[in-house]
C-alpha cells in the first residue's frame, strides 16, 4: 500500500460558531475529525469532485447493492457452469459457493468501482 505524501502545509479559515459546529457535524456523521473532513472536501475541489463524506451514504449503498450482486453474480455462474456440465450441486456446495461469494464481495465490489472510476478518469 502507497503512503499518503507527508503533510507539511497548514490551511487555516476563520468562521462562525454556528458554522463551526455545523462544520464538525457534517465531519462526525461522515466519522471524520474536522480536520479530515477540510482536507477531503478542499482536495476533491481541487480535482473537481464531490467530497466523499458529502456523498457516503449514496456511496455505502451503492456498494452495499453492488457487493450483493457480486455475490450473486458468482454463485450464478459457478452452479450453471455446474448445471452445462452435467453436474448437480449438494446443498453442502451450494453453501460453500455462497460462503465464498459472501467473503469476497465486498472486496471485489470496492474493485469494480475502483476500475469504473479510473476509467471514468481517463
Known sequence: MVKPPFRTKTLSTKV???EFRDL???ASKG???LSEWCREALLASLNGQEPKSANDSAATGQL???AELVALRAILLNVL???ANGQTVTAEEMQGLIDRADSDKVRKARER???ALDSKQT
Open 113 to 115: 468501482l475502483e476500475q
Open 16 to 18: 462562525s460558531e454556528e
Open 31 to 33: 466519522g471524520l475529525t
Open 81 to 83: 457452469f455446474r448445471q
Open 24 to 26: 464538525e457535524a457534517v
Open 64 to 66: 452495499a447493492l453492488l
